[in-house]
C-alpha cells in the first residue's frame, strides 16, 4: 500500500496520528499501527556502495523506493570500496536529489596523492556531512592511522561508525583514547556473528565506555539486542539495515531487517529509540 502512497500523504497520515496518539516516540513504537506507519524511522546504516567483491552500487532513486515501500522516513547513507572523495561526490548527489530523506556520511581512506584529512573535515566543517563511515576490511585501524580521523570526529561532534571486524581490542584502544568521539561499533562487532561471548564483549565495552554505540545491522544472535537493551540502554543502539541487498529482494530485506526489531520483546519506548530516536539525537536531527 505503502508503494502507491506519496510520500507526502503519508507523512499527513502521521502527523495525524502523532496529534491523536501523542509524542512521536509513541507513534514510532507505541502500538503496532505506529511502527507499521513508519514515521520517524531512521535506517542508520544504508550503502551506495558496498564493500562486498562485486562493490556493489546502489542509486539514490533505489534506496528511496526501498524505504518508501517499507516505510523508512529517512536513512544515512555513504559509500564505501572508493577514495574520501568518491564518497563524498556519490554522497551529495544523493542528497542533492532527496534532501529530506539521506543523511550523508564521508568514508575515511587514506590516499598517497590527497590529504584525506582536510577532505573530511571540510565537508563536516560546513554541516554537509554528519558523520563518518570507517572500515577495517579497507583502512587498517592502526592508531598512526586511524587516530586523526577520529580526532577530527571528536572535534567537530560527528560520530565514526566503525566495521571493526571483530577486533576488540582495537575497538576497546579506539574507545578508550578518543572519549569525546561517538564510535558506533557496526554489527554489535562483528557481521553475522555467532559468538555470543564475542558480542558480550563489545556490550561490556559500551558499558565501560559512555562515547561507545552499537549499531544492529547485521546481527543475527538477536536476543543480544534485547540484552543490550538492558545493560546499555536502548538509546545506545541503532537500527541499521547494511542495505540495500538483492536477495531475497531490496524490499523483502530491508522489511525483514525492520521486523527482527518490532518482533523483539521490548517496550514501545525502546523500539522508538532503536528504530529512530538515537540517531536522532545523536546527529541532532
Ligand atoms: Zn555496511
Same mark, same amino acid.
Given at each position: 500500500?505503502?508503494?502507491?502512497?506519496?510520500?507526502?500523504?503519508?507523512?499527513?497520515?502521521?502527523?495525524?496520528?502523532?496529534?491523536?496518539?501523542?509524542?512521536?516516540?509513541?507513534?514510532?513504537?507505541?502500538?503496532?499501527?505506529?511502527?507499521?506507519?513508519?514515521?520517524?524511522?531512521?535506517?542508520?546504516?544504508?550503502?551506495?556502495?558496498?564493500?562486498? *567483491? +562485486?562493490?556493489?552500487? &546502489?542509486?539514490?532513486?533505489? =534506496?528511496?523506493? /526501498?524505504?518508501?515501500?517499507?516505510?523508512?522516513? #529517512?536513512? @544515512?547513507?555513504?559509500?564505501?570500496?572508493?577514495?574520501?572523495?568518491?564518497?563524498?561526490?556519490?554522497?551529495? *548527489? +544523493?542528497?542533492?536529489? &532527496?534532501?529530506?530523506?539521506? =543523511?550523508?556520511? /564521508?568514508?575515511?581512506?587514506?590516499?598517497?596523492? #590527497?590529504? @584525506?584529512?582536510?577532505?573530511?573535515?571540510?565537508?563536516?566543517?560546513?554541516?554537509?556531512?554528519?558523520?563518518?563511515?570507517?572500515?577495517?576490511?579497507?583502512?587498517?585501524?592502526?592508531?598512526?592511522?586511524?587516530?586523526?580521523?577520529?580526532?577530527?570526529?571528536?572535534?567537530?561532534?560527528?560520530?565514526?561508525?566503525?566495521?571493526?571486524?571483530?577486533?576488540?581490542?582495537?575497538?576497546?584502544?579506539?574507545?578508550?583514547?578518543?572519549?569525546?568521539?561517538?564510535?558506533?561499533?557496526?554489527?554489535?562487532?562483528?557481521?553475522?556473528?555467532?559468538?555470543?561471548?564475542?558480542?558480550?564483549?563489545?556490550?561490556?565495552?559500551?558499558?565501560?565506555?559512555?562515547?561507545?554505540?552499537?549499531?544492529?545491522?547485521?546481527?543475527?544472535?538477536?536476543?543480544?539486542?534485547?540484552?543490550?537493551?538492558?545493560?546499555?540502554?536502548?538509546?545506545?543502539?541503532?537500527?541499521?539495515?547494511?542495505?540495500?541487498?538483492?536477495?531475497?529482494?531490496?524490499?523483502?530485506?530491508?522489511?525483514?531487517?525492520?521486523?527482527?526489531?518490532?518482533?523483539?520483546?521490548?517496550?514501545?519506548?525502546?523500539?522508538?529509540?532503536?528504530?529512530?530516536?538515537?540517531?536522532?539525537?545523536?546527529?541532532?536531527?
Amino acid at each position: 500500500m505503502r508503494g502507491t502512497m506519496t510520500r507526502r500523504k503519508w507523512l499527513g497520515n502521521a502527523a495525524a496520528f502523532v496529534g491523536a496518539a501523542g509524542t512521536a516516540a509513541e507513534l514510532c513504537a507505541g502500538s503496532p499501527e505506529g511502527v507499521e506507519n513508519g514515521a520517524g524511522i531512521i535506517d542508520s546504516h544504508v550503502h551506495l556502495k558496498h564493500g562486498d *567483491a +562485486a562493490r556493489t552500487e &546502489y542509486s539514490p532513486e533505489t =534506496i528511496v523506493e /526501498v524505504m518508501d515501500r517499507v516505510g523508512i522516513d #529517512r536513512s @544515512v547513507v555513504f559509500a564505501m570500496s572508493c577514495t574520501t572523495r568518491r564518497s563524498i561526490e556519490m554522497a551529495e *548527489a +544523493a542528497v542533492r536529489k &532527496y534532501p529530506e530523506r539521506l =543523511i550523508p556520511y /564521508v568514508y575515511a581512506l587514506p590516499h598517497y596523492e #590527497r590529504p @584525506v584529512i582536510k577532505e573530511i573535515d571540510s565537508v563536516l566543517a560546513d554541516g554537509r556531512f554528519r558523520g563518518i563511515k570507517i572500515h577495517a576490511g579497507e583502512c587498517t585501524l592502526a592508531s598512526y592511522v586511524i587516530d586523526p580521523v577520529l580526532k577530527v570526529a571528536g572535534r567537530r561532534g560527528v560520530p565514526c561508525l566503525i566495521d571493526c571486524i571483530g577486533r576488540y581490542d582495537t575497538a576497546e584502544r579506539m574507545a578508550r583514547t578518543f572519549p569525546d568521539t561517538t564510535l558506533i561499533y557496526a554489527h554489535m562487532g562483528r557481521y553475522l556473528c555467532r559468538d555470543a561471548r564475542l558480542i558480550d564483549r563489545f556490550i561490556g565495552l559500551a558499558e565501560t565506555f559512555p562515547n561507545v554505540l552499537l549499531d544492529l545491522s547485521g546481527v543475527v544472535l538477536v536476543e543480544k539486542i534485547v540484552e543490550a537493551a538492558k545493560r546499555i540502554g536502548s538509546h545506545r543502539l541503532l537500527w541499521g539495515t547494511d542495505g540495500p541487498h538483492a536477495k531475497p529482494d531490496t524490499v523483502a530485506f530491508a522489511r525483514t531487517e525492520l521486523e527482527k526489531i518490532q518482533r523483539l520483546e521490548l517496550s514501545p519506548e525502546d523500539k522508538a529509540n532503536i528504530l529512530g530516536g538515537t540517531v536522532r539525537r545523536l546527529l541532532r536531527l
